[in-house]
Nanobody, 123 residues
Framework: QVQLIESGGGLVQAGGSLRLSCTAS????????LGWFRQPPGKEREFVAG????????YYLESLKGRFAISRDDAKNTVYLEMNSLTPDDTAIYFC????????????????WGQGTQVTVSS
């Protein structure tokens, strides 16, 4: 059974940083491109960042470039999302998932979603 479990969310003040983790089990982790999405309150889920196998390539929602960084550690079956200079607009539930192909940005191109971790940024 494939499981992805996110952690690291919480309450942070504007300007602060958080690092989210997503640890997987039940799959050969290194074979999968991965991604992070977020869903703000009352809004649709949106792509945040993705990473190819072996971490060769990373890609981001354009507006988040320079503030967010995705990375992976295949030895730990874990993908990370480093988030800096957070603003209240970053408040959302953050999800990780496996991608059907590198560069995927649509939710329908992802599988094996985790349950999400809440990030709340106070002003």
């Amino acid at each position: 059974q494939v499981q992805l479990i996110e952690s690291g969310g919480g309450l942070v003040q504007a300007g602060g940083s958080l690092r989210l983790s997503c640890t997987a089990s039940g799959l050969i982790f290194s074979r999968f491109p991965l991604g992070w999405f977020r869903q703000p309150p009352g809004k649709e889920r949106e792509f945040v960042a993705g990473i190819s196998t072996y971490g060769y390539n990373t890609y981001y929602l354009e507006s988040l470039k320079g503030r967010f960084a995705i990375s992976r550690d295949d030895a730990k079956n874990t993908v990370y999302l480093e988030m800096n200079s957070l603003t209240p607009d970053d408040t959302a539930i953050y999800f990780c998932a496996t991608a059907r192909f590198p560069g995927a940005r649509r939710p329908e191109d992802y599988r094996n979603w985790g349950q999400g971790t809440q990030v709340t940024v106070s002003s």
